[in-house]
């Protein structure tokens, strides 16, 4: 075979591998095709499921919003705890006092406040709403509580008893805590005495004196009651505190 021959056959092989080629890339376009059509309609079935989800799904919780730096804390449930609890404890001292009444250095002592300009203070603010309430009266610089309206009156000149020196306050400390034990004591009885044959139990007493949420006072109540029972002056049973029979 000449070489014109060769070059002829090599030409019409070549052709034919050509028209094979395209035919082979007309097959894949097709099935390119038909691949991005499948996959079209798979991407609108995830569009409708997500759809579907963002539906159904529970509400995102509102992103409350961060106080501002120089807002002070929320704290007036706090504040109105505290208040109720120290006008709790001053009614008590008042009443430990009796008939004859307290005035108001008497209270501060008994409370053991004084000195402190922020608790006296607080102390002569209560006084104030306690008288306005009602809760309290006021006569001849002595304040007596409701319980001894009435009683006969302190003489004057024990309203210009002189302050104690600042030595004869600091012996007479000690007392001063004895006599705010021994009024917490006399009304947590005068709570248990109220209750009946029923009784009641701690957090009602709690409740009663109105010092529910002060965890120091819940304390000394607690304290108190054990002291009680431990003496014999109040009878616990079934979780309720009562008069002993």
């Known amino acids: 075979m000449d070489f014109r021959t060769q070059v002829a056959e090599e030409k019409k092989r070549l052709s034919q591998q050509r028209r094979d080629t395209e035919k082979r890339i007309g097959a894949l376009e097709s099935e390119l095709s038909s691949l991005a059509t499948e996959m079209k309609g798979i991407d609108a079935e995830l569009a409708a499921i997500d759809a579907y989800e963002s539906a159904t799904a529970a509400p995102a919780p509102r992103k409350r919003r961060a106080p501002k730096a120089d807002a002070p804390a929320p704290a ?5 705890r505290r208040r109720a609890s120290r006008r709790a404890e001053i009614v008590t001292a008042i009443a430990s006092f009796g008939a004859a009444g307290a005035g108001r250095a008497d209270i501060i002592r008994t409370l053991d ?12 603010n209560a006084l104030a709403a306690l008288k306005k309430s009602g809760e309290v009266t006021h006569q001849d610089g002595k304040y007596m509580a409701q319980a001894v309206e009435g009683a006969a009156p ?38 248990i005495e109220a209750a009946g044959s029923d009784g009641i139990g701690r ?26 029972k431990k003496s014999g002056a109040v009878a616990h049973g079934d979780g309720k505190y009562s008069k002993p029979s």
């Open 76 to 80: 007036k449930r706090t504040r109105r």
């Open 113 to 124: 406040v004084k000195g402190d300009k922020s608790a006296e203070q607080s102390v002569s």
């Open 154 to 191: 302190a003489p004057a000149e024990a309203a210009a008893e002189p302050a104690a020196e600042p030595a004869a306050e600091a012996a007479a400390a000690p007392k001063a805590r004895r006599r705010r034990r021994t009024s917490r004591r006399a009304a947590i009885v005068a709570v």
């Open 203 to 228: 957090s009602g007493i709690i409740e009663q004196l109105n010092v529910k949420g002060d965890k120091s006072a819940e304390q000394s109540v607690s304290n108190a009651l054990a002291n009680l």
